[in-house]
């Protein structure tokens, strides 16, 4: 027969289970805001992708003809010109200049 725990033994007992059910719900909560965290990095992509989208069938409105292949290849085609690469290049320092406040 096992021996019967004593008092101090069994809230002893009790304060480490209670520790570790605390532990237990604190990196369940780590665990969510991850998720949580995952998940609006993802929604924010999923925003800026279909705005520029949106974007550029609204500036070239002849793209919503194309089909994903096509497009792709357009676009690589696009912003392979020296030109284009320029003015990209131009708007970044634009934003970094304006961001960081350089001169």
Do not use: C, W
Not at 25 to 37: F, G, M, P, S, T
Not at 48 to 75: D, H, M, Q
């Amino acid at each position: 027969m096992p021996k019967q725990k004593t008092m101090p033994e069994l809230k002893a007992a009790i304060a480490r289970y209670e520790r570790q059910l605390a532990q237990l719900r604190h990196k369940q909560q780590l665990e969510n805001r991850a998720v949580y965290y995952e998940k609006g990095d993802r929604r924010k992509r999923a925003h800026r992708l279909i705005t520029r989208g949106a974007a550029v069938e609204s500036v070239a409105p002849l793209a919503k003809v194309l089909s994903e292949t096509e497009f792709y290849a357009f676009a690589e085609k696009a912003f392979a010109l020296p030109e284009v690469k320029g003015l990209l290049m131009e708007a970044v320092n634009e934003r970094n200049k304006n961001e960081f406040g350089g001169d």
